[in-house]
């Protein structure tokens, strides 16, 4: 059994009953924290830091020990498999992350295999056990990965792309090439989010940041159908427990329908759909979250525990409601704010699981 | 009475029968064209392109050259009107459009007026009339404006933003001062759209590039509403025609039913929404222009055909159809990809207005 002495985040995501609405922030653990750009500067480039299980360990619990917040997320970058895979990650100032031999032709795909969680991302596997061990059952802790295909249009373009070029030309003209290295690419997933658990995950994430530029048909056929496919191949219990899977495409709001489909417990929700419209067209069969703006963080404490409220009640009564901003935390954000919103979120929520 | 020779686009526009789907493509004008860059360099800056009547006829005439595109679209820039607004716009390499003096406290909304288009935007109206001489009634001229939102986000920004940190901020802490704002612009874009429109355009679309980075219920608010004011403030009459308006918000695929609302004649459709999706939320109340993934002109031309048909299968039969990208073309596209689009839209939309 599992010494979690809150395990309200777990529960929300199942749907069972809580006491408040759980909340935390995607990209919690990040540059809005003073501490986390000393403990960055400490450690050299981001990769160092990604590598670093002590140092990720370190900054994965400093948001936690700033806000009461329901849950902690493993710090890491969803790239890890890629440079996993050989194709040579590295950052430039300024325009972000570089591969430096990416995948464009059937060679280079036939040439990709699915690394070894124990063995290339050893060091992912560490710093998970560690931040579990630290946390001492404080609250759940949360595994991620990027979906195949927003790892596959950073492999193919080499790096971050505003017109997905390369990755949209094979999609459209070598559909069997891009079958195939997504192919590849979700079943290194499912190793990866399977040895996380193994290593202390409470829950898993899929992050498809990149889902939400594709026509409905191409998301169903080129997105959706390998999330699904990392939803089947995945381990679901640890300590006695359920390990939630959570689902997030960007701008999918037209889609999670769809999404609720394949098999996992909760859907990500970005700022561009309203909670109670996402929660009819799922019709319940998932819990939801999200969704609060994250420029809302910019507003005075004041304004954010409107907003706070407003985004309460857009999903209404019952549980099956995990509080988040619909995207990650802008790095300009001064850390003050963050702490009203989580205020908000556990001061406001209590009437809306009243009496379950 | 009008001596328009192909009248196809307007007809569409209104519901009204045709023989075919018209099409057009938005950036038309532009630099995946190597006459338009050959101007360009002659111009020298953008601005300079902007504001010199007799080359934005050369350019936005040349791609009818190439093409036989059912419209034309007045080449120019969405910042014109803060430009006009002495915001001090200049462009930089990399960076984009900036604006020397942004609009960031009370002090800069109350010193913003309403610019006289025949004075300060002198230069628009003369290239409308030059163009549309030019144009000799081959096809419609179109003209257009940003929409009030995403006006406001580049002057209160001072240029491109990723986050809309002041923006935002602005509409959550201030929301008074962004409606005066809005107003302001708002009253600024009716007054231009209706000189471009005695100037000869036969057509007006609005820009509203950055609704999509809202909630739904701060899209209505903060964008929709001054959409609204300048449909119901526009001229929808020159030669015995109506004028039709065309209001595109990227990333409003869920909004489209209330979008349909504002008395417009056509939405802009993203390719992110299937247009038999988007035709059931509008009822068929308006005409829908788009929606072909710009991306589609990476791959081959069987490629883009077999896309094309897709997008005109998804509309289905009967008129209120205008061919489009569901955003600008990209500037790297070989132009005989753009030509392989518009001839499979000609060929291919016949049999979905056989018989009318």
Chains 1, 2 share one sequence.
């Not at 596997?125 to 579990?132: G, H, K």
Request: aromatic fraction near 8%; proline fraction near 6%; glycine fraction near 8%.
């Amino acid at each position: 059994m599992t010494d979690l002495k809150n395990d309200t985040f777990l529960r929300a995501l199942l749907r069972e009953p809580v006491d408040y609405t759980p909340v935390w922030m995607m990209r919690q653990a990040g540059r809005y924290l003073p501490e986390y750009r000393e403990t960055r500067a400490k450690a050299g480039s981001f990769m160092d830091l990604c590598r670093n299980p002590e140092l990720a360990c370190e900054v994965t619990i400093q948001p936690l020990e700033r806000f009461p917040l329901d849950a902690a997320i493993l710090f890491s970058d969803i790239l890890t498999i890629p440079d996993a895979m050989g194709l040579g990650l590295y950052f430039t100032e300024g325009e972000g992350p570089r591969f430096e031999r990416p995948v464009r032709s059937a060679a280079d795909v036939e040439r990709i295999g699915v690394p070894d969680p124990q063995n290339e991302l050893r060091y992912v596997m560490d710093a998970v056990a560690l931040i579990r061990k630290e946390l001492g059952g404080r609250v759940p802790l949360i595994g991620f990965s990027g979906s195949p295909w927003t790892l596959a249009t950073y492999m193919i373009e080499g790096g971050s792309t505003k017109n997905f070029a390369n990755s949209k030309a094979m999609m459209f003209d070598r559909p069997d090439l891009m079958h195939d290295l997504l192919g590849k690419v979700a079943d290194s997933v499912i190793t990866y989010l399977n040895a996380q658990i193994e290593s202390g995950a409470q829950a898993a994430m899929v992050f498809d940041t990149w889902g939400g530029v594709l026509t409905p048909g191409d998301y169903r056929e080129f997105s959706l159908r390998y999330m699904e496919r990392i939803v089947d191949g995945l381990k679901r219990e640890a300590d006695g427990r359920r390990v939630p899977v959570i689902l997030f495409s960007k701008g999918a709001g037209q889609w999670l329908d769809r999404m609720a489909e394949t098999g996992c417990d909760a859907l990500g929700v970005d700022w561009t759909t309203d909670l109670s419209d996402a929660r009819r067209l799922v019709q319940d069969k998932v819990a939801l979250q999200g969704n609060l703006d994250p420029c809302t963080l910019y507003a005075s404490p004041d304004r954010i525990r409107r907003e706070v409220g407003r985004v309460l009640a857009s999903y209404g009564s019952g549980s099956g409601h995990v509080f988040n901003l619909g995207h990650g935390i802008h790095p300009d954000v001064n850390p003050e704010h963050a702490a009203a919103m989580v205020e908000a979120v556990h001061e406001l929520s209590k009437p809306y699981h009243a009496g379950h």
